[in-house]
């Protein structure tokens, strides 16, 4: 079969799961068929989310390789190849959000190396960011405030929904998302750096 000859997502299916000529064929064709199209609707998921538009292309390309193995694995059996190719990088691109989120949490550890010799105004300093980010957090509410310091403090969902009496994790998590996006905003009025 050659590029154009594919006239359905089956058709595509069919081939790689053939293996061998027809899955390098296959495979080709697909990337030709929707890769412009993919790339789109990833790049516009990423317009709300920033530092991270340059790695449409990449996620694009590793989407394609997991869908190839999940099709191959059997792990898809019908609808739309597009939708399911950037279902796919969507996911990665979740995933790394949320561990680019976390990586934002671990403090540098050399600063601990000088922790004995800290002078008098760099602890003044400390205390006084500490103060401010405790204003800010407070503006927030007690609740949000306790989200996010257990958030913060490495709890699980699981944990802080237990511990303030949530419905559930993904009520944690909702609110966690909530609480986190008011307080950047405060941030971005509050004419103070912490």
């Not at 694009?60 to 796919?88: P, T």
Request: charged share 30%.
């Amino acid at each position: 079969m050659s590029y154009t000859e594919y006239t359905s997502d089956e058709d595509f299916v069919r081939d790689i799961r053939l293996g061998g000529a027809s899955l390098e064929r296959a495979t080709d064709s697909l990337y030709r068929t929707y890769r412009n199209s993919t790339l789109t609707k990833v790049t516009s998921y990423l317009r709300f989310r920033k530092g991270i538009e340059d790695d449409a292309l990449d996620v694009v390309q590793d989407a394609f390789m997991v869908m190839i193995e999940k099709i191959r694995d059997h792990g898809y059996n019908e609808g739309s190849l597009l939708h399911f190719w950037v279902g796919i990088a969507r996911g990665l691109l979740r995933n790394k959000l949320k561990r680019d989120t976390r990586t934002d949490l671990i403090e540098d550890s050399s600063q601990y190396d000088q922790a004995d010799f800290a002078s008098p105004e760099h602890l003044l300093l400390g205390d006084e960011r500490r103060q401010l980010l405790d204003r800010v957090l407070s503006k927030l509410g007690d609740r949000c405030k306790k989200v996010l310091l257990m958030w913060a403090g490495g709890y699980s969902m699981e944990e802080i929904a237990e511990t303030l009496q949530l419905s559930s994790e993904a009520m944690a998590r909702k609110t966690k998302y909530k609480c986190k996006n008011q307080l950047m905003e405060l941030l971005d009025n509050t004419d103070v750096d912490l």
